[in-house]
Nanobody
């Protein structure tokens, strides 16, 4: 199984950015997909998840600004990030797993992880 994250970069506050994660070696449509992030000096935290049926769930700090989506034909999950803030600066990781939907924010329930892509938001 391989998850390849891409699309990170340096942007200014208020800008938009889309990160992608291409999956290989798994039946993509059968997995819950999620994005987590880890800011410098902090623990990794949940950002958003999307179910097999494309239901979505977000942490409060990104609601209304970030959108997670998936393309099962391309085995890819996306995170569209709008109105970026300096506090969004982090390495963003994609993950694949089969958690119960009510537990989709729990890092320990994801079996597969990408390598991360760095998003830096300058003020």
């Amino acid at each position: 199984v391989q998850l390849q994250a891409s699309g990170g970069g340096l942007v200014q506050a208020g800008d938009s950015l889309r990160v992608s994660c291409a999956a290989a070696g798994l039946t993509f449509r059968s997995f819950v997909m999620a994005w987590f992030r880890q800011a410098p000096g902090k623990e990794r935290e949940f950002v958003a998840s999307i179910s097999r049926g494309s239901h979505t769930y977000y942490t409060d700090s990104v609601k209304g600004r970030f959108t997670i989506s998936r393309d099962n034909g391309k085995n890819t999950v996306y995170l569209q990030m709008n109105s970026l803030k300096p506090e969004d600066t982090a390495v963003y990781y994609c993950a694949a797993g089969t958690p119960a939907w009510g537990s989709s924010d729990l890092e320990r329930l994801y079996a597969y992880w990408g390598q991360g892509t760095l998003v830096t938001v300058s003020s």
